[in-house]
């Protein structure tokens, strides 16, 4: 099912839904299980699984050589998607991206997914590598997101990239894009980000979903602004609780977003990390129940391997 006709059928009552990570090339799709068994209690309707970058390993070659090789170190998104839908009857939504595919390989992808029965697909355009500075496309892929979520109109539509015989059984995916509550990184104001976003939305995609934040005033201002450009489709907020100390610098440095000083002092304050993941799940707990109360169409949350302060979070709301 689609997660808009989730939404729906959910008639104003706010859904809890969750984001993970495949497993590292080589450990075994059970890690997965553990952290989403513990999950499954708050009835997801829906669960995200993330696509990976490929990136540059070094192999050691001996006498001081290293050889460069660039691998997915996270593969199998698709598959865990089917694995998932099937372990626990739940619809799951893969992450679709732009960058390291071509089109011909996103639209192997996209069949895999219509035959797998999976509804929906998130359209990203995926970061830089790490060695890189800028995104850069690969050859015969996608530019931006906006590009993939008409290809994925297109196929919806039965128009494939080169059509071989007359479409018959078309794919009908519901689009999930991204959204920036305080703009994406490249974009040089929030305005022009918006307009971006707009774009995206009329070439096609049904739903947003945002990057993480800690201030829900920053959310409650871009879903305003956002409906002044014309975006009415359903704006998710998406949450990451604060889990170590490093995430005070990391997630900042690496997302681009800010985190309040009242959360910045209550870390630094604890003598340890178990103190802090008690503190995340605090925050987590404050800004769900701000957000309830404003009516979000569901609460996403950011996984990233662990869900324990999810489940302690999501206790408190549901
Ligand atoms: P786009 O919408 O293409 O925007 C990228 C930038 O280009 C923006 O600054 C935008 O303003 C600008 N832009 C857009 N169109 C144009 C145009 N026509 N001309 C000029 N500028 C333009 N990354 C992963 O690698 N894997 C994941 O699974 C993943 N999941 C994510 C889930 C969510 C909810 C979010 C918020 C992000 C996720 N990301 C993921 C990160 C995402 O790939 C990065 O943030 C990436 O840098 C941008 O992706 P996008 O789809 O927003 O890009």
Same mark, same amino acid.
């Given at each position: 099912m689609k997660v808009t006709d989730h939404i729906k059928k959910a008639k104003g009552k706010t859904l809890f839904s969750f984001e993970i990570?495949? /497993?590292?090339?080589?450990?075994? #799709?059970?890690?997965?299980?553990?952290?989403?068994?513990?999950?499954?209690e708050? @009835?997801? /309707?829906?669960?995200?699984?993330?696509?990976?970058?490929?990136?540059?390993?070094? #192999?050691?070659k001996g006498e001081g050589l290293l050889d460069r090789k660039i691998t997915r170190m996270r593969p199998g998104t698709v598959g865990i998607c089917a694995a998932i839908k099937h372990k626990y009857n739940v619809d799951t939504v893969p992450h679709v991206l732009c960058g390291g595919f071509t089109k011909e390989e996103t639209e192997y992808l996209l069949v895999d997914c219509h035959y797998l029965g999976i509804d929906n697909v998130m359209a990203l355009r995926g970061d830089a590598m790490s060695h890189q500075k800028y995104f850069e496309p690969s050859k015969g892929g996608h530019k931006y997101?906006?590009?993939?979520?008409?290809?994925?109109?297109?196929?919806?539509?039965? =128009?494939?990239?080169?059509?071989?015989?007359?479409?018959? !059984?078309k794919s009908d995916f519901c689009i999930g894009?991204?959204?920036?509550? +305080? =703009? !994406?990184? +490249?974009?040089?104001?929030?305005?022009?980000?918006?307009?971006?976003?707009?774009?995206?939305?009329?070439?096609?995609?049904?739903?947003?979903?945002?990057?993480?934040?800690?201030?829900? @005033?920053?959310?409650?201002?871009?879903?305003?602004?956002?409906?002044?450009?014309?975006?009415?489709?359903?704006?998710?907020?998406?949450?990451? /609780? #604060?889990?170590v100390k490093r995430h005070l610098q990391i997630l900042p440095q690496v997302f681009k977003i800010d985190v309040p000083e009242e959360l910045i002092q209550a870390v630094e304050n604890c003598k340890d990390n178990k103190a802090v993941r008690q503190v995340g799940i605090e925050w987590g707990v404050k800004q769900s129940k701000e957000l309830l109360d404003y009516g979000v169409p569901v609460l996403h949350y950011y996984s990233m391997g662990k869900s324990d302060n999810i489940k302690a979070i999501a206790s408190e709301l549901f």
């Open positions: 990570i495949p /497993p590292q090339k080589g450990r075994s #799709i059970q890690e997965l299980y553990n952290n989403i068994d513990p999950l499954m708050f @009835k997801p /309707p829906f669960i995200d699984v993330t696509t990976s970058r490929e990136q540059y390993i070094y #192999i050691d997101a906006t590009e993939l979520v008409s290809q994925i109109q297109n196929l919806n539509t039965g =128009k494939y990239l080169h059509d071989v015989v007359e479409s018959e !059984h894009v991204a959204g920036y509550p +305080e =703009k !994406h990184m +490249e974009a040089p104001s929030l305005q022009t980000d918006l307009k971006r976003l707009k774009e995206k939305v009329d070439a096609g995609a049904d739903y947003i979903v945002t990057q993480m934040f800690f201030d829900n @005033k920053k959310y409650f201002e871009f879903v305003e602004a956002a409906k002044a450009f014309g975006i009415n489709v359903p704006i998710i907020p998406g949450i990451k /609780p #604060i889990a």
